[in-house]
């Protein structure tokens, strides 16, 4: 039975909020999300969950998700953009999402009747949601990662052994792609990143073409409904004069990490991707956040204290809203916060492609707490 879960703009505003925490510092900026989700409501469109288990085990969902680095473009980019006649763009974030469904769907001659979000993040996330209401499908309540993660095989699909490809793309200037088919995940990945960095832009993508019996063997459920719960709680708490750090720790079962100014911010563009490294500091203390869009390793004094799959979130001190790395600025107070990862990336499989090691530190994955949240 399909669930109205977003109703008004400060339900919006609370899933999105809540989406942008679990994003780790990647997972697209919360006000695209806001914005896609907004144009719905003006427009009196419905916004509907629906449980993994009212999609039949013959139906066809495909997974939607946004492809590229979130770094800020600069002069000279936007310069080198004319230079290609990128100039005006046709769609949306949410809108390329919802044109690669309907080129996947053409492509494969499969009628696609549910979406599943690839991850919990503040575009990705509700770029989904807005990709089913824009193709007049119901969005199923639950991701395949229960974070944001920056490359495509640390999903559960990977995990499980489900086939990606087909998967097609269409970017913000209506360049349309398909990739037919490729040798591993991480080409499909490379090759993806590829077509968004030519693109200077973010890319709507759609794959991992399923039936729903296979889409429940890697489903993370209930996700969406968690985010909005999570967003209103952060929300509630400071209307409620409560500090919103302690309440996020308690509500997540997660620990308070580190609290102080961003002295330092350095970072790159490459590849498809935003990497770097945010400097934070209090007293006498230091704390490292490496990212490569997400959030991944986190040092107290130089020894590691939490890294994926487990998540790191910064949030603003005072009010307890997640902040992006775009938005990361020197001179904020913020707030370094650790939540035990999902269950599904607590194996061997999961940490071979999420934990450290994978992305080229020497630490070796320790459990930031219990793993069930």
Request: glycine share 10%; with cysteine; charged share 25%.
């Amino acid at each position: 039975m399909a669930i109205i879960e977003i109703k008004t703009k400060q339900d919006v505003k609370d899933f999105v909020r809540g989406c942008t925490f679990y994003g780790t510092g990647g997972g697209g900026l919360a006000e695209n999300g806001i914005k896609s989700l907004m144009s719905l409501l003006e427009k009196g469109k419905e916004i509907k969950f629906i449980d993994p288990t009212d999609v039949k085990d013959d139906e066809y969902i495909a997974c939607t998700f946004l492809m590229g680095s979130i770094a800020p473009r600069t002069e000279e980019t936007v310069k080198e953009m004319a230079s290609f006649g990128l100039v005006k763009e046709k769609y949306t974030d949410s809108e390329t999402l919802a044109e690669a469904v309907k080129e996947l769907e053409k492509y494969t001659e499969k009628k696609i009747s549910a979406i599943v979000p690839i991850e919990l993040g503040g575009a990705n996330t509700p770029g989904g949601v807005a990709a089913s209401v824009l193709n007049g499908v119901p969005v199923v309540d639950g991701d395949f990662t229960g974070r944001a993660i920056p490359e495509i095989q640390q999903t559960t699909p990977y995990l499980n052994d489900k086939t990606l490809w087909p998967i097609s793309s269409v970017d913000l200037w209506g360049n349309v792609c398909i990739i037919k088919e490729a040798i591993n995940y991480l080409m499909s990945e490379r090759i993806g990143k590829i077509l968004s960095v030519s693109a200077y832009s973010m890319t709507g993508d759609a794959g991992f073409l399923m039936t729903g019996k296979e889409m429940r063997e890697c489903i993370i459920p209930g996700t969406l409904t968690e985010c909005i719960k999570l967003g209103r709680m952060i929300r509630e708490s400071r209307e409620q004069n409560k500090n919103p750090i302690e309440e996020i720790v308690k509500y997540l079962d997660g620990e308070l990490l580190f609290e102080g100014k961003l002295t330092k911010k350095e970072t790159e563009d490459k590849t498809g991707y935003y990497w770097g490294t945010t400097t934070i500091e209090k007293e006498n203390s230091q704390c490292k956040v490496w990212f490569k869009n997400e959030n991944h390793m986190c040092w107290i004094d130089g020894k590691a204290v939490c890294t994926s799959p487990d998540m790191i979130c910064i949030v603003n001190t005072e009010t307890g809203e997640p902040i992006t790395n775009p938005k990361l600025e020197e001179g904020m107070n913020v707030t370094v916060i650790g939540v035990g990862a999902r269950k599904e990336f607590i194996s061997k499989k999961g940490i071979d492609i999420l934990g450290p090691k994978y992305f080229g530190f020497n630490e070796e994955y320790m459990p930031l707490k219990k793993v069930n949240y």
